[in-house]
């Protein structure tokens, strides 16, 4: 089991993977391989790093309809990191529902402010928020209902 800091490291390694594919369509692999030299193995959970590289590029075409209707764009319209972001975090509420989706929605959030645009991580968390009502509706409306009592 690894720790809650080897999966950030994992999504933050990702992030920059992911965008990378975007720019390249390199095959999944081959951007793994790239990406090694600048992984601390010893502090990522590698096997995690590895599925979202693989999984996301497998899944993109349902992680993208799933993105649609939250943005006030088309798709390719958006920054390639916050692309990258986005498509991760998606993808996270998708396939692990293990995972709070508010942990899905503060990783990405720091990950766009670590990487993103001046102001992207409003617009990340904005998406996310549209999102996780759809996809994680009876976790997020529980979690709302809470807020207010």
């Given at each position: 089991m690894s720790k809650p800091s080897q999966r950030h490291k994992a999504r933050r390694y990702a992030v920059q993977a992911l965008?990378?594919?975007?720019?390249?369509?390199?095959?999944?692999?081959?951007?793994?391989?790239?990406?090694?030299?600048?992984?601390?193995?010893?502090?990522t959970?590698?096997?995690?790093?590895?599925?979202?590289?693989?999984?996301?590029?497998?899944?993109?075409?349902?992680?993208?309809?799933?993105l649609a209707p939250a943005l006030d764009r088309g798709l390719e319209s958006v920054d390639p990191v916050e692309r990258a972001i986005l498509r991760m975090a998606v993808y996270e509420l998708q396939h692990h529902p293990e995972i709070p989706?508010?942990?899905?929605?503060?990783?990405?959030?720091?990950?766009?402010?670590?990487?993103?645009?001046?102001?992207?991580?409003?617009?990340?968390?904005?998406?996310?928020?549209k999102v996780s009502a759809v996809i994680r509706e009876i976790e997020f409306n529980h979690h709302q209902s809470g807020k207010s009592s």
């Amino acid at each position: 089991m690894s720790k809650p800091s080897q999966r950030h490291k994992a999504r933050r390694y990702a992030v920059q993977a992911l965008y990378h594919w975007q720019l390249t369509q390199d095959e999944p692999q081959d951007v793994i391989d790239f990406m090694m030299p600048d992984i601390n193995t010893n502090k990522t959970d590698m096997a995690y790093f590895e599925e979202l590289i693989t999984e996301i590029t497998v899944h993109q075409q349902a992680i993208d309809e799933a993105l649609a209707p939250a943005l006030d764009r088309g798709l390719e319209s958006v920054d390639p990191v916050e692309r990258a972001i986005l498509r991760m975090a998606v993808y996270e509420l998708q396939h692990h529902p293990e995972i709070p989706y508010r942990v899905i929605m503060n990783e990405a959030i720091e990950q766009a402010k670590t990487f993103g645009a001046e102001e992207g991580h409003k617009y990340i968390n904005g998406v996310l928020h549209k999102v996780s009502a759809v996809i994680r509706e009876i976790e997020f409306n529980h979690h709302q209902s809470g807020k207010s009592s």
